[in-house]
Nanobody
Framework: QVQLVESGGGLVQAGGSLRLSCAVSGRTISNIGMGWFRQNPGKEREFVAGINWLGSSSKYIDSVKGRFTISRDNTKNTLLLQMNNLKPEDTARYYC?????????????????WGQGTQVTVSS
C-alpha cells in the first residue's frame, strides 16, 4: 500500500520560512515525478510545484517562483518543498502527490497517490 505523509507545516509570520517534507512508503519514487499542491476550504486544489524523476527539471506556479524550491531525495524516498518569504496568500493545506509519469507535470489528473496534507498558515 502506497502512503504519503507530509510534515513541516505550521504557523509563521509573513516573510518567514517553512520546509515541508513528504515521506513515501510502499513504492520507490526514483522513477516517477512528484508534486506539491495546496487547497483552501471551498476552493479547488491548486498546483504549486512539480519535479521530474531525476530532480533535473521542475515547474512552479507563477506566484511562488523565486520563493519556493522543490527538491527530492530518491535515496530516502522523500520530497521536499522549501518555502521562503511566505505571504498570507500562501496559507493553505499543502499536499504531496506521486505522478503517473516520470516528468514534472502540473495537472492534478496526472497524479495518482496523495497524502493527507499539512496545514500552512501565514500571518500578516
Amino acid at each position: 500500500q502506497v502512503q504519503l505523509v507530509e510534515s513541516g507545516g505550521g504557523l509563521v509570520q509573513a516573510g518567514g520560512s517553512l520546509r515541508l517534507s513528504c515521506a513515501v512508503s510502499g513504492r520507490t519514487i526514483s522513477n516517477i515525478g512528484m508534486g506539491w499542491f495546496r487547497q483552501n476550504p471551498g476552493k479547488e486544489r491548486e498546483f504549486v510545484a512539480g519535479i521530474n524523476w531525476l530532480g533535473s527539471s521542475s515547474k512552479y506556479i507563477d506566484s511562488v517562483k523565486g520563493r519556493f524550491t522543490i527538491s527530492r531525495d530518491n535515496t530516502k524516498n522523500t520530497l521536499l518543498l522549501q518555502m521562503n518569504n511566505l505571504k498570507p496568500e500562501d496559507t493553505a493545506r499543502y499536499y504531496c502527490a506521486t505522478s503517473t509519469g516520470a516528468g514534472a507535470t502540473t495537472a492534478a489528473a496526472n497524479y495518482g497517490y496523495w497524502g493527507q496534507g499539512t496545514q500552512v498558515t501565514v500571518s500578516s
